[in-house]
């Protein structure tokens, strides 16, 4: 019964246009991103809610023109920068991109890890080392439509965030007046957090990720139809993909921003009602919600923890390895079999083994995640003003360049980012 249920959902045609945008979206909710939106929930209460509905637009606005970069070209985004501009702007900003992914991945699996020893005690460090390990075989065993499929159900993960807030006695007035009528005060600390969670929403990885997965999706329909090259694209057939990359990416983005509303509300709720508003890490946001929620409470966060882990560390992992062989034109493809692109398989390797083996060494977790948002701040700038020329090239678009509505959103998400980073700057 359960499995007919099952085929039932995953063979619907909404369910099956659902790819990218979704998957991207979900891993923006790493263990990383978990503890900055506890942090933002402990430290300002219910006054940090309007932040998931202001980034939600931009959010949108910026993946949707990574999408189509992806889709129209048939190219990755480091391979369409590597086309447009000087090699060392691409070296460079590949170059960043792995090393804050990396870092990423280090603190992700450190969260999982820990998580994990919270609900069944153990060594966090021997779960760290199982949960990197069998993020990397999924990426080099499994087939793309296979492996997408179990991170499409991954997302659920998530679900429990919201499923805390249930448990939870919550003012829903005072969260209505947080979300649309913050009381704020412009001070170091404030705009420190506002820059956090800008760049936690809007990370660069993603950018990659999206367009790469779109290049997957080419090549999945092109093998399905016998090796028939898809590109160009008829104009009736770019304009079906464009309408599913809409909607993808809204849903995507939007299931991303309610989420992280939800990791905010309930650490609001519980942390900063009980006078705790100092979190470093999603492990103990999760253990500091035990004595205050419950076992319910703690045991639904903690798994969401590990689940999301399973979900970015692949993705960050992924983007970085996609970068980087598109920058050398080396053969990349979650498709494609270790032997046919073993240098994309090994950035994968030495992005997922090195953030396990930077658990092992003195490196601060606190202090690498504050690495990772730091770097991704600074490289999100030009790698978005990159992104937005060449999505208005009609040498690179054709007719499909995007139009004044969507090129208006995604240079305001790229000034946002740029005022963010001058913030973080100036506030160090």
Request: proline share 4%; charged share 10%.
């Amino acid at each position: 019964m359960v499995r007919k249920i099952y085929k039932s959902i995953a063979e619907h045609p909404r369910v099956k246009q659902i790819g990218p945008g979704l998957i991207t979206g979900a891993a923006d909710d790493d263990p990383s991103g978990i503890a900055t939106y506890s942090q933002a929930g402990a430290q300002f209460g219910f006054h940090m809610l309007w932040t998931m509905i202001f980034t939600y637009p931009l959010m949108v606005g910026i993946q949707m023109v990574s999408a189509r970069l992806g889709c129209i070209t048939g190219r990755g985004l480091a391979a369409n920068v590597k086309a447009a501009f000087p090699r060392p702007v691409l070296y460079c900003i590949v170059g960043l991109l792995l090393v804050a992914n990396t870092i990423n991945v280090a603190a992700d699996i450190a969260a999982m890890g820990e998580a994990m020893r919270l609900l069944v005690g153990g060594s966090a460090r021997l779960y760290s080392v199982a949960f990197g390990l069998t993020c990397l075989g999924l990426q080099v065993f499994l087939r793309y439509e296979t492996y997408v499929r179990y991170l499409k159900w991954l997302t659920l993960a998530l679900l429990s965030y919201v499923a805390v807030v249930f448990t939870l006695d919550v003012p829903w007035a005072q969260v209505l007046q947080g979300a649309l009528l913050p009381q704020l005060q412009l001070d170091h600390y404030t705009i420190s957090m506002i820059v956090a969670v800008l760049g936690t929403t809007i990370s660069p990885y993603l950018f990659f990720w999206q367009a790469a997965q779109e290049v997957e999706d080419l090549r999945s329909v092109s093998a399905r139809n016998g090796g028939a090259n898809l590109l160009p694209h008829a104009e009736a057939v770019a304009r079906q993909h464009l309408r599913r990359i809409r909607w993808d990416t809204y849903l995507g983005m939007g299931f991303s921003n309610l989420i992280a509303f939800f990791i905010i509300l309930s650490a609001a709720a519980t942390l900063h009602v009980h006078g705790i508003t100092h979190i470093d890490t999603a492990a103990q946001a999760a253990e500091a919600l035990r004595p205050i929620g419950g076992p319910a409470t703690f045991a639904m966060f903690s798994l969401g923890i590990i689940g999301t882990g399973m979900l970015a560390v692949p993705v960050l992992a992924g983007s970085a390895a996609y970068a980087v062989a598109e920058s050398f034109e080396w053969s990349s493809g979650l498709d494609a079999k270790v032997h046919e692109a073993w240098e994309f398989y090994g950035i994968v390797a030495v992005a997922t083994i090195g953030g396990v083996i930077l658990n092992f060494t003195q490196l601060d977790p606190i202090r690498a995640l504050v690495w990772s948002a730091e770097i991704n701040g600074v490289i999100a700038i030009p790698i978005m003003a990159i992104m937005m020329s060449l999505a208005t090239r009609a040498n690179i678009m054709g007719q499909f360049v995007i139009r004044p509505r969507l090129r208006n959103l995604g240079w305001t998400a790229t000034g946002v980012m740029a005022v963010s980073v001058v913030a973080m700057i100036a506030t160090a």
